[in-house]
């Protein structure tokens, strides 16, 4: 019996040169469905599923309390997965033809304010040590540049170039982009790597950013890092890195730069993407209108 699953992951792995994180989503998404059609299908096989079955699944994950976003994160997965089934004859139907993702509610990306951001940056003391230095690093680049996590941790010292004072950043699908810095961001750069050197004076790898321990920064690590000092300036509930991609495209917006460049920055695939901040932007003028307007 041909494994369907495991050709398509193939197709994403070496063919489209999807991350492991990404691969690993849709493993997850493409288990759950095969693990509900078992129980409900007389016939089990990715080849012998109809529109109704996907249709009766997207009810039960509603039912059971999974957000709308979740649920079109799987559809997704499922249309991925039946294209390329269709794409390599293996069914002559596609029963996501018919499939319609639920609708998602309207919500604005969270994002600090300006003048949060500076009290953080310039007025907290995050200690003179390499700790200290480090974690107040990371902070700055994720809202100097609009990284993801993803991207901050695979950063290399390689990747740095501080006499062109730019960064070297690799995206999704392993695009890279280059992403210009002020000369002043590199003066932290260099006391970091100094300090860095003290502690660590041969690193057992090319990673920038090292834990505690010297090893690659993971995800759990930085995330506490954000979301501890995130606390001292601001009481919203999401307190994550994204946040602060959020927080520097929100800012860049707001100071008149231009929506496209943002995208270069950001590294998104459409503009489509960056658009969503236009409406922090928008809400922002809508309150100093109404401000400031005699007749508002």
Known sequence: MMNYKELFLDYLQFEKRYSQHTILSYTTDLDQFEGYTSEHLEEEGFDKVDVKIIRSWVVHLMESGMSARTVNRKITTLKSFYKFMMREQYIKINPMDKVISPRLSKTLPAF??????????????????????????????????????????????????????????????????????????????????????????????????????????????????????????????QRSPHVLRHTFATHMLNRGADLNAIKEILGHANLSATQVYTHNTFEKLVAIYKQAHPRA
């Open 112 to 237: 600090v304010e300006e003048e949060k951001m500076d009290e953080l940056l310039d007025s907290h003391s995050f200690g003179e040590d390499f700790h200290g230095a480090r974690n107040k690093l990371i902070i700055e680049l994720l809202y100097l540049t609009g990284m993801r996590l993803s991207e901050l941790i695979q950063l290399e010292d390689h990747h740095i170039d501080l006499y062109e004072h730019t960064l070297k950043v690799r995206g999704k699908r392993n695009k890279e982009r280059i992403i210009p810095l002020e000369p002043a961001s590199f003066d932290i750069i260099r006391d970091y790597l100094s300090l860095r050197k003290q502690e660590f004076p041969e690193p057992s790898t090319p990673h920038f950013f090292l834990t505690d321990k010297g090893k690659p920064l993971y995800p759990k690590f930085v995330y506490k890092v954000v979301n501890k000092y995130l606390r001292f300036v601001t009481t919203m509930d």
